[in-house]
């Protein structure tokens, strides 16, 4: 299960943090990440990072968007500055997971998305 917070209406140029917890009796989590849907784009990737601590970003929110990792909490924070009108959208956190050490292959787990606003 992924619980994700934050989100909502935000000012342009503003800052935004959000926030995703997996949660369950799983073995692993290789990867946390934050996808977005906005206007007339399809889903791209926000940030990732992987449990070693590797980030990847989108070429959209380079520098001004940045991801965070507790592995111990299973939790990532994407800390958003600069806010432009086109970060507008729906913010998915994403999650790879292994549910046990012996399974064969991993899951993809998605929250259920949270709204973000940015207007002057």
């Known amino acids: 299960q992924l619980q994700a917070s934050g989100g909502g209406p935000v000012q342009t140029g503003g800052p935004l943090t959000l926030s995703c917890a997996a949660s369950?009796?799983?073995?692993?989590?290789?990867?946390l990440a934050w996808y977005r849907q906005t206007s007339g784009k399809e889903h791209e990737l926000v940030a990732s990072?992987?449990?070693?601590?590797?980030?990847q970003y989108g070429e959209s929110v380079k520098g001004r968007f940045t991801i965070s990792r507790d592995n111990a909490r299973r939790t990532i924070v994407l800390q958003a500055t600069n806010l432009r009108s086109e970060d507008t959208g729906v913010y998915y956190c994403?999650?790879?997971?292994?549910?046990?050490?012996?399974?064969?292959?991993?899951?993809?787990?998605w929250g259920q998305g949270t709204q973000v606003t940015v207007s002057s």
């Open positions: 369950g009796p799983f073995h692993s989590v290789p990867i």
């Open positions: 994403y999650a790879e997971i292994w549910l046990t050490r012996h399974s064969a292959r991993s899951m993809e787990y």
């Open positions: 990072m992987t449990r070693g601590g590797s980030a």
